[in-house]
């Protein structure tokens, strides 16, 4: 599995590096290797993108999301990014440490 998990995420070529030596993006990849490679049954991710150019963050959403969906997992993510929020399944908007809406998000009925 890690090694399907390295491919999937193009790290390869960068097994040896030391982190000063990696992108941000090869970095949020790395960092979402060493998460999905223990098999957690639900994978928390806390601003994800944060400190990640759009290109990139859009690449890194699409891994988490495919690699989540591939290995049957939950993503609970985290972020103030309204974009990253919209490909969620699921939204749960809160503000002040108050859940203000919660509900799908179109992409799958609610249960």
């Not at 090869?26 to 994800?48: C, N, Y």
């Amino acid at each position: 599995m890690v090694g399907e998990i390295v491919e999937m995420l193009k790290l390869e070529d960068r097994l040896t590096a030391f982190p000063h030596e990696l992108s941000g993006g090869q970095q949020q990849r790395t960092a979402i290797a060493r998460a999905l490679a223990v098999k957690p049954a639900i994978v928390l991710a806390d601003e994800p993108t944060g400190n990640l150019d759009s290109r990139t963050s859009q690449d890194v959403m699409g891994l988490l999301k495919s690699m989540a969906d591939r290995f049957h997992q939950t993503l609970v993510m985290i972020t103030h990014n309204e974009d990253i929020a919209q490909m969620a399944d699921r939204l749960i908007r809160i503000e002040d440490g108050k859940i203000i809406s919660s509900g799908g998000n179109g992409n799958v009925p609610e249960q």
